[in-house]
């Protein structure tokens, strides 16, 4: 598993306005555009790790390689619906399983340590589907 290391055009999926917001990015980091972001525990985004509170994706690259804590911030997209790889998905995901990210770019059906980010809406083809995404998922439960 290996954070990105450039931008990933991702296809969102028409849900009405983007819910979007932004936040203060950790020091010497780079968040690309694309990327699943997480809150790092003091407040700061981040690509995320596996078990951060997730934020939602970024909407554009933020290069903050040379600052400090929150001299740069990232916009992200809080909730909608987007295209993604998910290991392990086959059609039997019609049901609506849990989709979790290891990291900013890998995702999974498998909860263990990983972070929830959303639902599989539907099933495209093996390995691939339109996940329903919100941040607000890990704190209604």
Known sequence: MTTLAADKVR??????????SEYPVIAADIIYRGAAVGENGSGYARPLVAADPF?????????????????KSVF?????FIELPISGLAITANDRPGVYASDDDTFTLTSSSNTLIGYVDRWISTGLAV??????????G
């Open 11 to 20: 296809t969102h999926y028409y849900s009405g306005d983007p819910v979007t």
């Open 55 to 71: 934020l939602g994706f970024a909407e554009a690259k933020v290069d903050n390689a040379a600052g400090a804590a929150g001299d």
């Open 76 to 80: 992200v997209r809080q909730k909608g």
């Open 131 to 140: 996940v329903e995404f919100d941040s607000a998922y890990q704190r209604m």
